[in-house]
Each structure stands twice: as structure tokens, then as C-alpha cells.
């Protein structure tokens, strides 16, 4: 069963630029949720999203945008690219319901210059 | 709203030594508490949770934590440490408000760096 997978791996990216990230769940997983961790901190929560729409989002600009597909898998969009978004990004899937169990993928690396 | 606290930021063992990795929390509702750990260009890798079920929880690798409700704390030990434990450990506490279409997003501490000695 393959888990939470992520690519690219890595991305280097120019000021100014747009990406996207993509995220594939777990099999059966149906809710994704995307974070944010800086160099020596804590994941930060973006947004989550579940039957193709954000249903949580956190402290995070509109530049952050996201998608659901049907077959579950997600994307990180992020227009306007500044120094301070380089960050690994991490995805986590979970199965919707009261309790959280959240499996994660090894995550994409980006490097803004 | 929501918050944990990781008391240290680096903790420094012997390999064969108990290990202890303390954390605070802060939680409007009945709270959800995880740790994960997290090696070098790894993911994130789920050791335990507390899902207001039993108060002590085991979890992989021989780590264990008490949930204690008076403390706010939900510390990480284990009774010996060896040299694979080196990492980085994130306490975790999530809501147990159903919203949307599931569980509000994770919040994590800031980590704690485990060092093992030889």
C-alpha cells in the first residue's frame, strides 16, 4: 500500500514565481491537509481540503491556494513567490471523521532565490 | 484555539538511559495529542496518540507518554535509549470538534532535537 506521496522532491524556484506542489493520500484517504515547515520549526497548518473544497485554513495569504481532485489527490499552488517561502512542504492525509491520524509524505523542498 | 508548548528544544542522552520529552498544551475543546518523530530527510512518522481513551499510551519503538488533564502535559519517555532514536520529536495536539469534513489541522510544538550519546 503505498502511502502519502509527494513530488517534486525538490524545487528550485526565482522571486516573483508561481508553483505547484502535488500530493497524492493514502489509499482510502480522503481529506489532504497541506503545512508549512520552516528551517528549525514546526509544521504550520495552510489549509485542508475535503469533497474538493478548503474546509480549514490557516495563517497563510491568499497567495496559498490549493485543489482537491476527485480522485482525492491535491495541490499547493503559490503565486508571487518571496525569499521567505522557502520551506519544506509537507502533505498529510486522513480518513474524514472525528479523530485525526494524519499520515504524512517525505514532503517537497523549495528553495526561493 | 490552540497551542504546545515543547519545553526543551534540545535534549542530550546516554545511549541505555531513560529518555524524557516534556510538553505542555493548551486546548478549547477535549483535546487530541500525538507525537511524531521526524529523522533526517525523512517524513513525519506517527509514535503515539491520545484520543481521551486510556491515559497512558504505548506507542512504537518503545515510547510511551501519560496524558495528565491537571498538568496540560502529555510528556514522551522511554525507559532506554538507543542510538536510532536520535531525531527530531514534534508534539502535536489537534481539536476534537468535528468540522468540515474532518478534524481541524494539526498544531505543532517547535520540536525537540534527542541526542544520543554512545
Known amino acids: 500500500d503505498a502511502g502519502v506521496t509527494q513530488s517534486p522532491t525538490h524545487l528550485i524556484k526565482t522571486r516573483g514565481q508561481q508553483v505547484t506542489l502535488r500530493c497524492s493520500p493514502k489509499?482510502?484517504?480522503?481529506?489532504v491537509s497541506w503545512y508549512q515547515q520552516a528551517l528549525g520549526q514546526g509544521p504550520q497548518f495552510i489549509f485542508q481540503?475535503?469533497?474538493?473544497?478548503?474546509?480549514q485554513r490557516g495563517n497563510f495569504p491568499d497567495r496559498f491556494s490549493g485543489h482537491q481532485f476527485p480522485n482525492y489527490s491535491s495541490e499547493l499552488n503559490v503565486n508571487a513567490l518571496l525569499l521567505g517561502d522557502s520551506a519544506l512542504y509537507l502533505c498529510?492525509?486522513?480518513?474524514?471523521?472525528?479523530?485525526?491520524?494524519?499520515?504524512f509524505g517525505q514532503g517537497t523542498r523549495l528553495t526561493v532565490v | 484555539a490552540q497551542s504546545v508548548t515543547q519545553l526543551d528544544s534540545h535534549v542530550s542522552v546516554s545511549e541505555g538511559t531513560p529518555v524524557l520529552l516534556r510538553c505542555n498544551y493548551s486546548?478549547?475543546?477535549?483535546?487530541?495529542l500525538f507525537w511524531y518523530v521526524q529523522h533526517p530527510n525523512k517524513g513525519l512518522q506517527l509514535l503515539l496518540k491520545?484520543?481521551?481513551?486510556?491515559?497512558l499510551v504505548k506507542g512504537i519503538n518503545g515510547f510511551e507518554a501519560e496524558f495528565k488533564k491537571s498538568e496540560t502535559s502529555f510528556h514522551l519517555t522511554k525507559p532506554s535509549a538507543h542510538m536510532s532514536d536520535a531525531a527530531e520529536y514534534f508534539c502535536?495536539?489537534?481539536?476534537?470538534?468535528?468540522?468540515?469534513?474532518?478534524?481541524?489541522?494539526?498544531?505543532f510544538g517547535k520540536g525537540t532535537h534527542l541526542i544520543i550519546q554512545p
Open positions: 498529510a492525509s486522513v480518513t474524514s471523521g472525528r479523530y485525526t491520524e494524519a499520515f
Open positions: 489509499s482510502g484517504h480522503d481529506t
Open positions: 502535536v495536539v489537534s481539536s476534537q470538534e468535528i468540522s468540515g469534513g474532518g478534524a481541524d489541522g494539526l498544531t
Open positions: 481540503y475535503y469533497e474538493e473544497e478548503e474546509r
Open positions: 491520545y484520543t481521551s481513551a486510556a491515559t
Open positions: 486546548s478549547s475543546y477535549s483535546p487530541s
